[in-house]
Structures are given as structure tokens and as C-alpha cells.
């Protein structure tokens, strides 16, 4: 009896996938469903952890811990004002700096440098962005610091001291440390890892865009501007938000050079702190119970909300973006 050639064979256990008992395939389900849970678990623990340890500094200062720039643990009077200026402000000066030479560095490595270069530089990258922040904080130390204070401060207070409204932000003695030198201390630490995501994102775009706009008669500008941006949007904005947690919460490097002083001024050049400087200056000499632990517990916090703000903003700006492009 001949069988026809459009008669389907009968389902069997080697020719369908579906006829064996497969045991591999919910355990992989539940497993990827337990890390996902996981996550949530971990985050959420992480928070209860904050809250729950900060909770007696909110109850004893109540909304002024919020803006008091007070720290002093002899009254046992601590404020977060501080700390939270420090790290917004520090973090986003690294970023004025860091980003535009992170992304011209990755457009440049993606579409513009020889691949023998693009390759040895694109490997450096990736190993700069390896250096332990340690080293970024002592090297900051001893070369940064002494820099700043025998010549960049110097020369803008010459040059803009007596500028209204520029003589604030270069006042101060030239000591060398402040938020200056975190910043740019900073900036020199993101800056890989920014580059190399954006990299991976342009580089994982499809060539026949870019050479379908050079075909058009477009710049290297309006290439940029017109098809890479709008293309890698999103990727760009995570590589962005990614560098901005890593300054906000950087310790060790902030803390070598950014000078350890709760105080709130205008000057560029004074020493000030990061919660998360302060925190690892402050932690080991805090008492179990202590209202000075509370208040770095409740500084944990607000940095932690600080950072779920920053990703919430940006994923807004995302979704405007693509709203505005598909309308």
C-alpha cells in the first residue's frame, strides 16, 4: 500500500516534539520563574531592610531630616540635606563631562575607526572600565588632587573671579579636594562603561541604515543625529542611567578625594560629601541602635529612591521619545 506523499505521518515520539514526556522543559520553566521571583524577593528585602532601619531617624526628625544640613554626632543632630546635594551634584557634573565623550568615543569606534584600531582601543576600553574604583580613588589622590589645587583652581578663580555670579562657584582655598574632583573622578569612571554599551548598541545596528543614509547624500552629522540616535534611543538612555547608578553610588574613589564636609555652598571647589561617601566614613563608629545608624540606614534609603526616580525619569523620557516618533 503506498502512502501519500501529503498524508501526514502518525504522531509518534521520535518524529513529534511534543509525543515524549518532557521533563527538561518544565524544570527550566520554573527555574527561570524562581530567578524572576527571586529578584523581586532580593529588591524587595533590600528596601524593607532601609525602611525599617531608618525608620527611627524619620520618627525623631520627621520632614526635617530631609533638609537639614546639619550632621553632628556629638548632639546627635543629623540632617541628609548634605550628603544628598553632594551626590546629585557630583554625580551630575561626571555626566556633563562623561557622556559626550562616551558617546562620541563609541560612534567613532563603531563607524568611524579603522578596525585594527577599533578593535586595540575598543579592548582598552573594556579594561578601564575593569579598574577597581580603589584605584581610581588613590590615583585620584595623588595626581588629581595636587593638579587641581596648584592649577585649575587657581587659574579660574584668576579668570573668573571677579565674574558676578562665577566668583561663587570657584571660591574657596585651593585645597584640591571637593566636588570638583569627585566629579571629574567620576567621569573618568563611567566613561567606559558608557562607551562600551553604546558600542554594543551601535555596533548591533544594521548597516544598511547607516549606508542608505550615505547614499542619500547625508553627513556624518546628520547620520548621527538623524538615523544612529533615533535607532539606538533606548540603548543609549540605559547606558546613560547605568553610569549615573554607578556614580551616585560609587564610595571609595568619592571618598579619597571629594574632602569629607557636610556643608551646602555654591563653590565647585569645596570639600563636601556623598551618601555614600558619608556612609562608609560614618558606619564603622555607629552603635547598634544608635540614632546616628538609623540615619545612615534612612540616608540608604533615600538614595535608593533617588536611583528608582532617576530610572523612572528615564524611562519616561523613553516612552515620550517613541511616542513623539511613532506619532
Same mark, same amino acid.
Do not use: C
Given at each position: 500500500?503506498?502512502?501519500?506523499?501529503?498524508?501526514?505521518?502518525p504522531a509518534?515520539?521520535?518524529?513529534?516534539?511534543?509525543?515524549?514526556?518532557?521533563?527538561?522543559?518544565?524544570?527550566?520553566?520554573?527555574?527561570?520563574?524562581?530567578?524572576?521571583?527571586?529578584?523581586?524577593?532580593?529588591?524587595?528585602?533590600?528596601?524593607?531592610?532601609?525602611?525599617?532601619?531608618?525608620?527611627?531617624?524619620?520618627?525623631?526628625?520627621?520632614?526635617?531630616?530631609?533638609?537639614?544640613?546639619?550632621?553632628?554626632?556629638?548632639?546627635?543632630?543629623?540632617?541628609?540635606?548634605a550628603p544628598v546635594?553632594?551626590?546629585?551634584?557630583?554625580?551630575?557634573?561626571?555626566?556633563?563631562?562623561?557622556?559626550?565623550?562616551?558617546?562620541?568615543?563609541?560612534?567613532?569606534?563603531?563607524?568611524?575607526?579603522?578596525?585594527?584600531?577599533?578593535?586595540?582601543?575598543?579592548?582598552?576600553?573594556?579594561?578601564?572600565?575593569?579598574?577597581?574604583?580603589?584605584?581610581?580613588?588613590?590615583?585620584?589622590?595623588?595626581?588629581?588632587?595636587?593638579?587641581?589645587?596648584?592649577?585649575?583652581?587657581?587659574?579660574?578663580?584668576?579668570?573668573?573671579?571677579?565674574?558676578?555670579?562665577?566668583?561663587?562657584?570657584?571660591?574657596?582655598?585651593?585645597?584640591?579636594?571637593?566636588?570638583?574632583?569627585?566629579?571629574?573622578?567620576?567621569?573618568?569612571?563611567?566613561?567606559?562603561?558608557?562607551?562600551? $554599551? @553604546? !558600542?554594543? %548598541?551601535?555596533?548591533?545596528?544594521?548597516?544598511?541604515?547607516?549606508?542608505? +543614509?550615505?547614499? *542619500? #547624500?547625508?553627513? /556624518?552629522?546628520? $547620520? @548621527? !543625529?538623524? %538615523?544612529?540616535?533615533?535607532?539606538?534611543?533606548?540603548?543609549?538612555?540605559? +547606558?546613560?542611567? *547605568? #553610569?549615573?547608578? /554607578?556614580?551616585?553610588?560609587?564610595?571609595?574613589?568619592?571618598?579619597?578625594?571629594?574632602?569629607?564636609?557636610?556643608?551646602?555652598?555654591?563653590? *565647585?571647589?569645596?570639600?563636601?560629601?556623598?551618601?555614600?561617601?558619608?556612609?562608609?566614613?560614618?558606619?564603622?563608629?555607629?552603635?547598634?541602635?544608635?540614632?546616628?545608624?538609623?540615619?545612615?540606614?534612612?540616608?540608604?534609603?533615600?538614595?535608593?529612591?533617588?536611583?528608582?526616580?532617576?530610572?523612572?525619569?528615564?524611562?519616561?523620557?523613553?516612552?515620550?521619545?517613541?511616542?513623539?516618533?511613532?506619532?
Amino acid at each position: 500500500m503506498e502512502i501519500s506523499a501529503r498524508q501526514p505521518l502518525p504522531a509518534t515520539k521520535k518524529n513529534h516534539p511534543a509525543g515524549g514526556v518532557r521533563t527538561a522543559d518544565p524544570f527550566f520553566r520554573m527555574l527561570v520563574m524562581a530567578t524572576g521571583i527571586g529578584v523581586l524577593v532580593v529588591l524587595g528585602a533590600i528596601i524593607g531592610v532601609m525602611a525599617v532601619g531608618g525608620w527611627k531617624a524619620f520618627a525623631v526628625f520627621g520632614p526635617e531630616f530631609l533638609i537639614s544640613a546639619v550632621w553632628n554626632p556629638v548632639t546627635q543632630h543629623f540632617g541628609a540635606a548634605a550628603p544628598v546635594f553632594g551626590t546629585i551634584v557630583s554625580s551630575a557634573m561626571a555626566l556633563v563631562v562623561a557622556v559626550p565623550l562616551a558617546f562620541g568615543t563609541a560612534f567613532w569606534l563603531a563607524a568611524l575607526a579603522p578596525p585594527a584600531a577599533a578593535a586595540f582601543i575598543g579592548m582598552a576600553v573594556q579594561l578601564l572600565a575593569a579598574v577597581p574604583s580603589i584605584i581610581f580613588g588613590m590615583w585620584g589622590f595623588f595626581v588629581v588632587v595636587p593638579l587641581v589645587a596648584h592649577y585649575v583652581q587657581p587659574t579660574a578663580r584668576h579668570l573668573f573671579g571677579h565674574v558676578p555670579g562665577l566668583s561663587a562657584l570657584v571660591a574657596g582655598a585651593p585645597f584640591g579636594t571637593g566636588l570638583f574632583t569627585a566629579s571629574l573622578i567620576l567621569a573618568i569612571m563611567i566613561t567606559p562603561s558608557i562607551t562600551a $554599551v @553604546m !558600542r554594543d %548598541v551601535f555596533v548591533s545596528m544594521p548597516t544598511v541604515l547607516r549606508e542608505s +543614509a550615505y547614499g *542619500l #547624500g547625508a553627513t /556624518r552629522w546628520e $547620520v @548621527m !543625529r538623524n %538615523v544612529v540616535l533615533p535607532w539606538s534611543r533606548q540603548g543609549v538612555i540605559g +547606558a546613560i542611567v *547605568l #553610569g549615573m547608578g /554607578r556614580a551616585m553610588g560609587e564610595t571609595m574613589a568619592v571618598t579619597f578625594v571629594i574632602g569629607d564636609s557636610n556643608h551646602i555652598g555654591w563653590s *565647585l571647589f569645596a570639600p563636601a560629601n556623598t551618601i555614600a561617601s558619608l556612609i562608609a566614613l560614618e558606619f564603622p563608629e555607629s552603635a547598634a541602635g544608635s540614632l546616628k545608624l538609623a540615619s545612615l540606614m534612612a540616608l540608604g534609603a533615600i538614595l535608593m529612591a533617588i536611583s528608582f526616580l532617576t530610572l523612572w525619569f528615564s524611562r519616561w523620557l523613553l516612552a515620550r521619545g517613541q511616542k513623539a516618533a511613532g506619532g
